[in-house]
């Protein structure tokens, strides 16, 4: 009795939990990248930091101010870059690997059988 319960949630809710818990740690994953934040910011300057308005000092002050500012999007562009297509990358990986433990679910439950059937067959690693 204990063996078909333990089947029957195997291949009923136990399978349904699994695939939820696999699709929220993909939505952990998201939400730690944060990869609408991260496009929606992709020219803004890199932690906030950029150099104050300038009112005097000429066009001197003006052009080191503009090419200050430049500078602060351009590495705040490199940066959100790099880590929305790091993000991207381990993403895409989690949600293969995800699946193909959600493919493979069912079969968990033969595989004592089928490793003692090997052995007895004479099938070595």
Same mark, same amino acid.
């Given at each position: 009795?204990?063996? #078909?319960?333990?089947? =029957?949630?195997? /291949?009923?809710?136990?399978?349904?939990?699994?695939?939820?818990?696999?699709?929220?740690?993909?939505?952990?994953?998201?939400?730690?990248?944060?990869?609408?934040?991260?496009?929606?910011?992709?020219?803004? *300057?890199?932690? =906030?930091?950029?150099? =104050?308005?300038?009112?005097?000092?000429? &066009?001197?002050? /003006?052009?080191?101010?503009?090419?200050?500012?430049?500078?602060?999007?351009?590495?705040?562009?490199?940066?959100?870059?790099?880590?929305?297509?790091?993000?991207?990358?381990?993403? #895409?990986?989690?949600? #293969?690997?995800?699946?193909?433990?959600?493919?493979?679910? *069912?079969?968990? *439950?033969?595989? &004592?059988?089928?490793?003692?059937?090997?052995?007895?067959?004479?099938?070595?690693?």
């Amino acid at each position: 009795m204990l063996a #078909v319960d333990f089947l =029957q949630w195997w /291949y009923s809710r136990g399978w349904g939990r699994f695939s939820k818990m696999l699709l929220d740690k993909l939505r952990g994953m998201t939400d730690f990248f944060s990869i609408t934040l991260l496009i929606r910011t992709l020219f803004a *300057p890199f932690r =906030q930091i950029s150099s =104050q308005d300038v009112t005097e000092g000429g &066009p001197a002050a /003006y052009i080191a101010n503009f090419f200050d500012k430049l500078l602060s999007r351009v590495i705040g562009m490199i940066v959100r870059l790099m880590i929305l297509i790091f993000g991207m990358i381990t993403i #895409v990986i989690e949600a #293969v690997l995800s699946l193909a433990l959600v493919i493979v679910w *069912p079969t968990i *439950p033969l595989m &004592p059988v089928a490793c003692v059937v090997l052995c007895i067959m004479g099938v070595t690693l």
